[in-house]
């Protein structure tokens, strides 16, 4: 079956320090994948996508790219800020059934 | 805008009380989700509504049961609840019905439930 692996948590960096975060998966066909960002007492917000193989997604500095020959979307941030401070989830979807399949999610802590 | 609201943010319940969340968005989207998520951990799909219709059920108990009056507004009605499904409720929609590869499900802020 479909699934998405993160790397092990919990992460925590220095402000401005370079971030990145493993994602990898396994998937019939060909799925779009997501980036989705929880920050604390809040539900979970779409941090950036890709739907197709060498796509880029990019948001609010952070950036993913799709590689379809090593089945992986890391998650990278130049600089972190301490606002960074969150709980991240890879997804994938390949249309099946409307399911997203989500990775475990890792917890990112950014000190000043 | 792709704002999808919850009420109500908290909600405290006793194992005999019916209570009901509400999720709506204005999107024009044709699916609606229900998730639950315990601390720390992914949500999990709990219902599927494809243009208004129940498409998904993830084999949930029918202490819960979901509710779609019209393309907009999604409810999760719940009775009997037991201690263990105190979780963070989220909602979410996407503008197709829900099947293609590509759509993006954007999510609600959540409701907090405490089941005493």
């Known amino acids: 079956g479909d699934s998405v692996t993160q790397m092990e948590g919990p992460v925590t960096l220095s402000e401005e320090a370079f971030l990145t975060i493993n994602c990898t998966y396994t998937a019939t066909g060909y799925p779009s994948l997501f980036w989705y960002v929880q920050y604390p007492g809040e539900g979970l917000q779409l941090l950036l996508k890709a739907t197709k193989a060498d796509d880029k997604g990019s948001n609010k500095g952070f950036e993913a790219t799709y590689r379809k020959e090593t089945t992986s979307f890391h998650l990278e941030k130049g600089s972190v800020q301490v606002s960074d401070s969150a709980v991240y989830f890879c997804?994938?979807?390949?249309?099946?059934?409307?399911?997203?399949?989500f990775g475990k999610g890792i917890t990112l802590s950014v000190r000043p | 805008d792709t704002e999808v609201t919850q009420t109500p943010k908290h909600l405290v319940m006793g194992m005999t009380n019916k209570k009901s969340l509400k999720c709506e968005q204005h999107?024009?989207?044709?699916?609606m989700y229900w998730y639950k998520q315990k601390a720390k951990k992914p949500p999990e799909l709990m219902f599927v509504?494809?243009?208004?219709?129940?498409?998904i059920n993830e084999s949930v108990p029918s202490r819960f049961s979901p509710e779609c009056p019209n393309s907009s507004l999604l409810n999760l009605h719940l009775h009997a609840l037991q201690p263990e499904d105190s979780a963070l409720y989220l909602c979410?929609?996407?503008?197709?019905?829900?099947?293609?590869?590509?759509?993006?499900?954007?999510f609600g802020p959540g409701t907090r439930l405490l089941v005493l």
């Open positions: 979410a929609s996407s503008q197709g019905g829900g099947a293609g590869v590509s759509e993006t499900q954007y």
């Open positions: 509504y494809s243009y208004e219709k129940l498409s």
């Open positions: 999107m024009g989207h044709r699916a």
């Open positions: 997804a994938l979807n390949t249309g099946a059934n409307s399911k997203l399949t």
